[in-house]
């Protein structure tokens, strides 16, 4: 058990670690997921959303396995090597907010940090834009951090509160296999010729768009499962690489980021997937200012609340409550983001990416330790 613990710790282990998760990642679009999304933890708690009915727009509605298998393979990881550590405290209300402009910023830019590296391995230019912002974010987050940022230590707590999130995705996952989409399809009345279309039940699913496009259930979860679990095991996140790099140049989080990338293009190229270029990119949009701010507000959002959207779900399998709640926030973002017109370069975008700037650099100046000891 050491040797595994020393392998996934090591340079070497988050490199493996990252040419794995990117190829998983190209390969799940292969197998049906959209174009450039074959991972995405933003536009995938999106789709999720929308099956619950908290947004209706119809072309994103699909409650995808990934993520609730995301959370039990680190749930599983974190069992296996004793790291299961139930605890909560840390300003979940503050989590909460935080979570919720992320996921405004990332939908603006349509993609998660994931998603940014996945577009630019398959030659969409835009994703350039994206990492930009994300850098410049996590650059002003890590500022806040030096100044003294911080939302407060966590307490251990009672198992039943660290179960509860591993617990919920169990209901998704299971919920995700059976999919109770739609009601018995009512038989025609006398002098119909046909019967009158099934109106939904307990979830929604799009017939069109790139909530219809989606890798087979099994695969899906197999590939969630195995990426939460190695994610759990080597601290695997995008933000957390940029961050340690500018913080304490340490790039041994970003090897594994990097060797993600590099697996994800090696696999658009091997399988004819990269095309280069701005314009015609799927799921995309090139209205660049937006790109940029979009990704810089939640590249801020995820650095101070501690980790980017994937990690939030990895920690919360591993017990932690208040990323947990952090999670439940970016799901009540995307319900807001779509109901209040800020996806993409959408009427209210604008208004979105400069009231959520505001609202997390305030986050910001008021969670520093000095002016909270002071208060």
């Not at 060797?259 to 949009?285: D, K, R, Y």
């Not at 996806?343 to 000095?370: D, F, H, P, T, W």
Request: charged share 10%.
């Amino acid at each position: 058990m050491k040797k595994v613990r020393d392998f996934f710790a090591s340079r070497t282990g988050i490199i493996v670690v990252g040419l794995v998760l990117g190829g998983l990642a190209v390969t799940l679009q292969r197998l049906g997921n959209p174009p450039n999304m074959g991972v995405c933890v933003a536009c995938f708690t999106r789709d999720i959303a929308g099956a619950l009915g908290l947004h209706r727009v119809a072309a994103v509605q699909y409650l995808r396995p990934e993520i609730p298998a995301f959370c039990l393979g680190a749930f599983v990881a974190a069992l296996a090597f004793r790291e299961f550590r139930p605890r909560t405290g840390s300003a979940p209300v503050v989590r909460f907010v935080l979570g919720m402009f992320a996921m405004l910023g990332a939908l603006i830019f349509l993609g998660c940090p994931w998603r940014a590296l996945l577009r630019l391995a398959g030659g969409d230019w835009n994703a350039i834009l994206g990492i930009a912002g994300l850098a410049v974010g996590v650059g002003v987050g890590v500022q806040f951090l030096k100044a003294g940022f911080n939302l407060g230590r966590s307490y251990p707590t009672r198992m039943l509160a660290g179960l509860t999130m591993p617990l919920v995705m169990a209901v998704l996952l299971g919920l995700a296999i059976y999919y109770p989409n739609a009601a018995p399809k009512p038989a025609a009345a006398a002098g119909q010729a046909t019967a009158p279309a099934p109106t939904p039940a307990a979830l929604f699913l799009s017939k069109e768009g790139p909530g219809s496009k989606h890798a087979p259930v099994l695969y899906s979860i197999g590939a969630g499962l195995v990426i939460g679990f190695l994610a759990q095991r080597t601290r695997f996140c995008t933000v957390g690489g940029i961050r340690d790099v500018i913080l304490m140049r340490d790039f041994h989080l970003l090897s594994g980021v990097v060797a993600f990338a590099a697996a994800a293009f090696g696999m658009n190229l091997l399988w004819g997937q990269f095309h280069a270029g701005f314009a015609n990119q799927p799921i995309a949009h090139t209205t660049h200012w937006l790109n940029f701010a979009g990704m810089a507000l939640a590249g801020l959002a995820f650095t101070l609340a501690g980790g980017c959207p994937g990690r939030q779900v990895f920690l919360s399998g591993e017990g932690d409550g208040d990323a947990a709640v952090f999670v439940l926030g970016m799901l009540a973002g995307a319900a807001v983001a779509h109901n209040f017109l800020t996806v993409g370069n959408s009427v209210n975008a604008a208004y979105a990416v400069v009231i959520g700037l505001v609202v997390v650099a305030v986050i910001g100046m008021l969670g520093r330790e000095k002016l909270s000891v002071a208060r």
